[in-house]
């Protein structure tokens, strides 16, 4: 196959409820992932040496620590094949963001690999071998917006009422792994329905410690309520608040402060990548 360039689409947590604590460390939750119809890129080609080669070097990130990287070996070791590939990652999603930026990037080299190496993999495969790389990985594998509930794992395609979204990206990196180990995070919310959340929507457990930690995150988060329901997607730091047209949306993030930046997305049921396979 000739060499192809996909996207990786963003998404947004529309509520994360934090209902418990396993013996193992992983929390159980529920949340709906919102795909979005914007995101990165990744130009994918093949090669007979068989290495994995990723341009251009992410800051702080050595090669092989890359997701995208480390999702293409991981398709390598498990199909066999002797193929490598040439990969070029244009970064446009904020790192640390809770917006899916390096979950989207592994979920996009695995899917596209996997066509252009002809392994043959279905998409549960490719979902299973996505979460041994992160939590977040087979929604985007899989390509639809999703209830998710166990400790993300657990997948239901849900149908979304199309929004745009004001996403507001505050000057910080807020990590996953310290917010979850935080003595004062909440972790005894009540389970919910999907029609509950359909009906009345749903918070952040997160939320509130991540303002506190972050005052970039509560300055973002004050901005935006004045216009919509401003709140944090997964453990941010990342804010958005949802509108029912482009024009409202667009509106709305004119007014933002200069120190304040972001972009306007529209949220998708289905996701731009799988739509671009050939």
């Given amino acids: 196959m000739p060499a192809i360039s996909l996207p990786c689409p963003a998404k947004l947590n529309l509520f994360l409820h934090i209902t418990g604590?396993?013996?193992?460390?992983?929390?159980?939750?529920?949340?709906?992932f919102q795909l979005l119809d914007v995101g990165d890129r990744l130009e994918l080609d093949t090669n007979t040496s068989g290495e994995i080669n990723l341009a251009p070097e992410i800051p702080g990130v050595p090669h092989d620590d890359n997701l995208v990287v480390k999702a293409a070996k991981l398709l390598q070791q498990t199909s066999g094949?002797?193929?490598?590939?040439?990969?070029?990652?244009h970064k446009q999603l904020p790192m640390g963001g809770g917006i899916g930026g390096g979950s989207s990037n592994a979920a996009t080299a695995l899917v596209g690999l996997n066509a252009l190496w002809q392994c043959g993999l279905s998409d549960d495969?490719?979902?299973q071998l996505g979460r041994q790389l992160g939590a977040d990985v087979p929604v985007f594998v899989r390509g639809k917006s999703a209830w998710a509930s166990g400790i993300g794992d657990q997948l239901c395609p849900i149908e979304i009422s199309n929004q745009w979204y004001v996403i507001i990206a505050p000057s910080c990196h807020v990590s996953t792994a310290a917010i979850f180990s935080h003595k004062d995070l909440t972790r005894d919310t009540l389970a919910i329905t999907v029609?509950?959340?359909?009906?009345?929507?749903?918070?952040?457990?997160?939320?509130?410690?991540?303002e506190r930690l972050f005052p970039q995150v509560r300055d973002a988060v004050d901005w935006l309520s004045l216009y919509g329901s401003a709140?944090?997607?997964g453990t941010g730091a990342?804010?958005?608040?949802?509108?029912?047209?482009?024009?409202?949306?667009?509106?709305?993030?004119?007014?933002?402060?200069?120190?304040?930046k972001g972009f306007?997305?529209?949220?998708?049921?289905?996701s731009?990548?799988?739509?671009?396979?050939?």
């Fill in 272 to 278: 731009p990548l799988h739509q671009c396979l050939p």
């Fill in 125 to 127: 495969e490719l979902a």
């Fill in 195 to 210: 029609a509950a959340f359909l009906e009345k929507g749903g918070k952040n457990d997160c939320q509130p410690l991540v």
């Fill in 238 to 260: 990342c804010v958005f608040a949802g509108f029912g047209s482009k024009q409202q949306a667009q509106n709305v993030f004119a007014k933002r402060p200069e120190h304040l």
């Fill in 81 to 89: 094949t002797t193929l490598g590939a040439n990969l070029y990652l």
């Fill in 231 to 233: 709140q944090l997607t």
């Fill in 264 to 270: 306007v997305a529209k949220g998708v049921n289905h």
């Fill in 21 to 32: 604590r396993r013996a193992d460390g992983y929390h159980e939750l529920q949340t709906v």
